[in-house]
């Protein structure tokens, strides 16, 4: 990996300041954890001040199989860049339709969406609204306004107070057009918000900006502000950011820094972003990215002519890492490993395959899916599933010998502490509420705590005196974890549920 240089950690240094004085706003000051009642997950160590005989376990998630094969003459095999968003009863993805010998930012792209009921079985509605390729009998929402078409990438708007008419909005454009702003009531029908960009293309002295792959915007409820993040050339692909307060105006873009273990990252070419507030704890944003290695070719040049691969995309590889954000301009990667590995076979080792959609999806009580561009370049194109338990991209875990976690001071409101959790048969968990010192407090100390067994979502946590903490919200006080042969994905502090 190329080493960072002198100028690259002065850079760092200044926006992890800048970082560090917005963490104070969202709740870290004086390294307490204003907690209130959000969830918070165990993909960091946001909230880990000492951890002894466990560790911060990155998991797999489980393939699901394809979902939507890419079959249409208007889509194709260099179909990519999806966005799942759900809303109400209905799931949507959104993807780029770009048949073979089709160019960059032409108008043989179009704009496709495809629906679903339950993440899982997928359908292709027939919506008549542009005439592709001879007929009006297909499931196109954008068409011949190149090159829009080419990173359509649209959200739902959760602004207090956006007007129903601008429900669905979007970012379009290259580094030629810039990016325009899309708005729509119903997600089908779209139109410009104004015909000129909204961020207009610039190429500062220290990064060029790079607007030709997904560029991901969202409504940020903890930052009370829209945020985007994109696709920057700094001699490699890296991310940049920028803000605005009405969709329309946006400041100047920053560089994304990485940070792992309190020190820079290597540096490594990040594709798409993917950034995106989790569902279950939007102050979170979870960034699912394409890492790209330009050059390795890790199949023959046989392997892809059996493939009908198409030229010159057998030549580079890529897969899937996970980075985290609360804001500001750095993000945690806490992982350096793969996310989600390619999988067996030739054909899942070509150029460009392997590319998250934007977007995690709640598809069952128990169960998120997320969704990765597959066989990219060949005829086979399609969009796969994965699936996680619930707020399961990474857990503490502990193994049978047992360990335990401390976490960093914290303040809480509400009166029950409720954890995601999973034990073996023989592991536990046991949760000792201390104060600000690390002293144990009378009557929630571990051993007054009822072990924890099982494998549950949802758990409300009691000691011999019973479940209320409710004498301790607003006070600055501890968690200490005592693990064996398990894992600890998430906690949070809620209100007066029913007993169980």
Known sequence: MPLQTPLHHRVFLKRLLATAIFSAVLGVQGEVVDLGSRRELFVDRWLIDSMRGV??????????????????????????YGTLIHDG??????????????VDGTDGEVTCVAESADGRRWIKPELGLFEVRGTKANNVVLAGDPPFSHNFSPFLDTRPGCPPEQRYKALAGISKSGLLAFVSADGLYWRKLRDTAVIPEKAPFKFAWMFDSQNVAFWSPAEKKYVCYFRVWEGVRRIGRTESSDFVTWNEPVLMEQVTEGQPSPVEELYTNQTDPYFRAPQLYLAVAARFVPGRQAISDAEARALHVAPGYEKDVSDAVLMTTRGGHVYDRTFLSSF????IGARNWVSRSNYP????????????????NQDYAQPTAHLQRYSLRLDGFASVQAPYAGGELRTKP?????????LNFATSAAGS???????????PIRGFTAGDCVEVVGNEIARLIRWKGGADVSRFAG???RLRFVMMDSDLYSLRFITSPTEK
């Open 55 to 80: 560790e911060l376990r990155l998991h797999e998630p489980r393939d699901e199989g394809e979902v939507l094969r890419f079959d249409q003459p208007w889509e194709g095999i260099h179909c990519g």
């Open 89 to 102: 009863d209905r799931f949507r993805v959104y993807y780029r339709g770009m048949p073979a010998g089709v």
């Open 340 to 343: 989600i590995r390619p999988g």
């Open 357 to 372: 959609a934007l977007g995690i999806v709640q598809t069952s009580p128990t169960e998120m899916s997320l969704y990765m």
């Open 410 to 418: 914290l303040r809480f409101t509400g009166d029950r502490l409720e």
């Open 429 to 439: 968990i046991r949760v000792e509420l201390q104060d600000e010192a690390g002293e």
């Open 475 to 477: 006070q600055t006080v």
